[in-house]
């Protein structure tokens, strides 16, 4: 099964998404949007910059475990990874990216038909 999008909305009406592997493991988590147009374009902008290799930066968190940030075309935040154990498994995350991130699967909320190919079923072997 290849990657998709999970699209989510909290309790204030506000929106984020999720990329998710294959294996339904999150590998890039989204800002909170105030609306759900702004969150379908920040999942376009993951589409576009997760396969420029210069669009991933590399950083450490105050107790020094590592992740990485995606960078939108205008420099901006577009999605965060976890905290990795070890900058390997932070280099196999920003693969994953590469490999999941120009999915046109998005999940949730009833999105538009025009932002999704299919829904992908968890229940099928694909």
Do not use: W
Request: charged share 25%; aromatic share 8%.
């Amino acid at each position: 099964m290849t990657g998709y999008f999970d699209l989510t909305s909290n309790d204030a009406g506000h929106y984020s998404f999720n990329l998710r592997a294959g294996n339904h493991e999150v590998i890039l988590t989204s800002q909170v949007y105030k609306r759900k147009t702004a969150a379908l374009a920040g999942i376009e902008a993951v589409r576009e910059s997760s396969a420029l290799v210069d669009r991933f930066e590399r950083r450490f968190a105050k107790d020094d475990s590592p992740y990485f940030v995606l960078l939108a075309g205008n420099g901006q935040i577009v999605g965060r990874s976890e905290r990795y154990g070890s900058a390997a498994a932070m280099e196999t995350g920003i693969r994953s990216v590469i490999a999941n991130g120009a999915s046109t699967f998005v999940r949730g909320l009833d999105t538009e038909p025009e932002h999704r190919s299919a829904t992908p079923n968890p229940n099928r072997g694909c």
